[in-house]
């Protein structure tokens, strides 16, 4: 949907872009079309076009980031149209505290492999896995997990468009953390991890710290459950969010 989306561009807000679906111009070549041959004139579409040439060019150089800074979050869900195959499914848990050195796991899943990697083992690894994928898909991610990402990369690239679920799902009915929201999906914890919240992540990480090997198992199990649970939470949001807007 990132080829049919033109928020991106200067003057153009939702009003302006259902009109263009509605008279056929659907993507980004099509409104160049549409502008060459005079269906859309005048000093506005002038000044858009050569975004819009941009755009193209951006996409075709897998050059995320650009779409990352100039798309509203409020519809970063449109790139899982494009992208869900390629998406990462990202969450950390930390030490408690804040700041480059407080995240103990990053838990990723790609929908095929959950990988955990773990402070003081592996966890630069991570920084790998992130920048090979176009989309990072979090919860509460723009507020938490991904600025501390940054801050213990700083000097990564991140190539790539990051999607919060946490506010379409609120835009679709479904607020308060993950957890209350997995249940009303019906989405199960196993049974040691079933009741855990984030203070027990600082929990578990600080009795593995103190000695207690079983702690870590059961910290990385929760984390893990974390990013697979997101999966079906983004397929769902785009769904009901293309539906919204009658593409």
């Not at 005048?42 to 798309?71: M, Q």
């Not at 195959?85 to 480059?100: C, R």
Request: charged share 30%; proline share 4%; with cysteine.
């Amino acid at each position: 949907m990132l080829q049919q989306t033109f928020l991106h561009l200067p003057g153009i807000g939702e009003t302006r872009e259902r009109r263009f679906w509605r008279e056929g111009i659907r993507d980004w070549t099509a409104f160049l079309d549409a502008h060459g041959c005079g269906r859309l004139c005048g000093n506005r579409y002038d000044r858009v076009a050569p975004t819009v040439e941009e755009s193209i060019r951006r996409y075709a150089a897998g050059d995320w980031k650009h779409f990352e800074h100039c798309l509203p979050s409020a519809h970063k869900w449109r790139a899982l149209g494009d992208l869900a195959g390629q998406a990462l499914y990202v969450d950390i848990e930390t030490n408690g505290y804040v700041g480059p050195d407080a995240i103990t796991v990053i838990g990723v899943y790609d929908g095929r492999e959950a990988r955990a990697f773990v402070a003081e083992r592996d966890l630069d690894k991570a920084v790998e896995v992130i920048e090979a994928h176009p989309l990072v898909v979090t919860f509460n991610g723009a507020a938490f997990d991904m600025p501390l990402i940054r801050q213990r990369f700083r000097h990564n690239l991140f190539n790539h468009i990051h999607l919060d679920l946490r506010f379409p799902l609120k835009k679709i009915g479904f607020s308060g953390g993950l957890k209350k929201i997995e249940q009303a999906f019906g989405i199960e914890r196993s049974e040691r991890t079933r009741g855990l919240d984030g203070w027990d992540a600082v929990r578990l990480w600080n009795e593995y710290l103190e000695g207690y090997s079983p702690s870590l198992d059961v910290l990385v199990e929760y984390n893990l459950e974390d990013v697979k649970n997101l999966e079906p939470l983004a397929r769902y949001v785009f769904e009901q969010m293309k539906e919204r807007i009658r593409i």
